[in-house]
């Protein structure tokens, strides 16, 4: 009897890769594995056998991949990422590779993230830990390799902003396995210092920019509870901006680079001048104003003093004296005029004795012959021969009687 | 150097006199003295501002295990 079914040899090949195409661990998985017979054609595609002892696997790294990576050795232990699938062409399952690292690095961010949770369980990554770092600091120290770069960037930057900050180094190496211990050293040493002899304001920790392992010193325990255990403020700039070490989560301040830990670390000269300046501005306004007030007082003063002044006297009295000059004058005439009515009273009165006056109103003098005026019938007896002198004229006559009364 | 006031120190001094200066009730001989103490603190503030040159130390160890600071110029020549 024939078989019911009898497919071609596409058609069971493609039956075969939709089982890989449709398997969730097959279109997406991790491996461990050592690299041998690695090629790279000139299409830029990359060939290579992932094998342990028991099995090998084909894998191929397309050249778009084969171009952000990099590629291994044979011989290398490598974890790489991608999809298992099926090269129908060549009757083969094959493993194409988006991810690849060397299996050491692999082990090192297991480690990484390990050690990060275990810290960040006891508290050493809290907010509530982190110091302030002093405004205007007065001496900072730094922990940084002596020779490289990033050294002189931060003492360029602190020299620029605030050139007259006091700056203590404390220098080690920064990667390698001497690392670690020389940091924390170099930590004590400076907190010691600080303690016994000048007190520092804070401490940035810096590296340059590397790869992973480069800046491992920084993702080590050792250097973590150092700078958790440090009394003097902790500023870290390792690596570049997006490099993310522990000892950064520790810290108490953290900036994307060594320059900007110098930054982080100091105010702005310039707004600090303009500070002094506005200050002396105030105090500028408010002596002006105090100035202003003073020689509005002196001035109030000055119109009083004017108004009391000997000149003001001196106006008054003449013042007076005109016064009593016209009083005076007054009464001078005044006086005056009385006298002239007592005179002219008097006068009348002399006029009214005046003895011509008397005559003309029918008086007459008698007068004896030795001429005698006659006041009294004693000066005469009658027969004496007398002279009668009226207005006009005088005659004689003789007594003849008296009437002596 | 050790003995100079820190810029913190004088900045604080300035704006205490001023702030006296602004307080009032003030006779104008303590005026004119705040004003001078004021102005006097804003030169000591400047002079430190425009210092260019940052005084580096070097921590180094001494044979009896304690630590000295060196001065450290060798950046300047990179």
Sequence with gaps: MPPANIYSVSQVSAYIKSLFVSDMLLADVWLSGEVS?????????????????????????????????????????VIVHGAISVYEQGGAYQLYVDHLEPAGVGQLW????????????????????KRPI??????????????????????????????????????????????????????AALNRWSAEREPLDAIILARGGGAIEELWAFNDERVARAIAASAVPVITGVGHETDFTIADFVADLRAPTPTGAA??????????????????????????????????????????????????????NRQRVDD???????????????????????????????????????????ATADGAVVHSVAQVTPGDAVRVRVADGAFGATVTTDDRR | ????????????????????????????????????????????????????????????????????????ESWQNG
């Design chain 1, 324 to 366: 009593l000059s016209r009083r005076g004058a007054l009464a001078i005439t005044n006086a005056v005029r009385q006298q002239r009515a007592r005179l002219r009273g008097e006068g009348l009165r002399l006029t009214a004795l005046d003895p011509s006056r008397v005559l003309a109103r029918g008086y007459a003098i008698v």
């Design chain 1, 37 to 77: 017979g690695f090629t790279q054609a000139s299409s830029g595609h990359c060939y290579f056998t992932l094998k342990d002892a028991g099995a090998i696997l084909k894998s191929v790294i397309w050249r778009t991949q084969a171009r952000g990576m990099a590629l291994p050795r044979n011989g290398d232990a």
């Design chain 1, 110 to 129: 297991l480690e990484f993230e390990r050690l990060k949770a275990r810290l960040e369980a006891e508290g050493l990554f809290d907010d509530e830990r």
């Design chain 2, 1 to 72: 150097m050790p003995d100079e006031k820190s810029f913190e120190t004088l900045y604080g001094e300035m704006e205490e006199a001023v702030r006296q200066l602004e307080a009032g009730d003030l006779s104008l001989e303590e005026s004119l003295a705040l004003f001078a103490r004021a102005t006097a603190l804003a030169e000591q503030c400047n002079a430190l501002l425009d210092r260019a040159e940052l005084r580096v130390r070097q921590l180094m160890a001494q044979p009896d295990g304690s630590s000295a600071a060196e001065p450290f």
């Design chain 1, 134 to 187: 002093p405004a205007r600091p007065v001496r900072l120290g730094v922990v940084t390799s002596p020779t490289a770069a990033a050294l002189r960037d931060i003492l360029r930057t602190l020299s620029q902003r605030y050139g007259l900050v006091d700056v203590i180094l404390a220098p080690t190496p920064v990667q390698g396995d001497q690392a670690p211990p020389a940091i924390v050293a170099a930590l």
């Design chain 1, 263 to 316: 930054t982080l670390a100091t105010p702005d000269g310039r707004e600090l001048s303009a500070a002094v300046a506005a200050l002396t501005a105030r105090a500028e306004r408010q002596l002006d104003g105090h100035l202003a007030d003073e020689r509005a007082r002196v001035e109030g003063l000055a119109v009083r003093l004017r108004r009391a002044a000997p000149a003001a006297r001196l106006a008054t």
